[in-house]
Each structure stands twice: as C-alpha cells, then as structure tokens.
C-alpha cells in the first residue's frame, strides 16, 4: 500500500521560510516523478514543483521559481520543499503526489498517488 505523508506546515510570517517533507513508502518510485501541490482556499488545486526520482531533473511553477526548491533523499525516500520569502500568497494545503514519469507534470488527474495534505499560513 502506497503512502505519502506529509509535515512540516505551519504559521510564518511573511518572509519566513519553512521545509515540507514527503515521506514516501509502499512501492519502488524509480519511474515515478514526485510532485507538491497546493490548494488555496476557495481555489483550485495547482502545481508548485517536481522532481524526478531517478534523475533529479526539477521543475516550478513561475510563481514559486527563486524562492522554492525541491529535493529528495533517495535513501529516505522522502522530498521536500523549502520554502522561502514566503508570501501571504502562498497560504495553502500543500500536497505532495507521485504519477509516472512520462505524464505532463501539472495536472493533477495524472497523479496516482496523493498525501493529506499539511497546511502553510503565511500572515502578512
């Protein structure tokens, strides 16, 4: 059975920064790109960044480029997100989810796999 938690969400002022991890387990996710999402209140879920398991190729959404990164630790089998200057803007659930490889990166129906979901405040 496949799981992905999240932690790490919190209150930040604006500013501040804070890392997500994803905790993955239940399956090898070589041939899997490891995504986080987020969803504002009252909007639609959108994309924020992914990684590539095996390769470590990256890719952002325009609004988090230069202050957002993705990593993983292959060894822990977990990504994260550091989050940094980070706006009241970004106030979101952040989610993180797992589809394959070859799938377009920014919707979400291609993701097999999705967490809870951890909440990220950001006051101004």
């Known amino acids: 059975q496949v799981q992905l938690v999240e932690s790490g969400g919190g209150l930040v002022q604006a500013g501040g920064s804070l890392r997500l991890s994803c905790a993955a387990s239940g399956r090898t996710f070589s041939g899997y790109a490891m995504a986080w999402f987020r969803q504002p209140p009252g909007k639609e879920r959108e994309f924020v960044a992914e990684?590539?398991?095996?390769?470590?190729?990256?890719q952002y959404a325009d609004s988090v480029k230069g202050r957002f990164t993705i990593s993983r630790d292959s060894a822990k089998n977990t990504v994260y997100l550091q989050m940094n200057s980070l706006k009241p803007e970004d106030t979101a659930v952040y989610y993180c989810a797992a589809r394959i490889t070859a799938l377009i990166a920014t919707i979400p129906a291609n993701y097999a796999y999705w967490g809870q979901g951890t909440q990220v405040t950001v006051s101004s």
């Open positions: 990684i590539r398991w095996s390769a470590s190729i990256t």
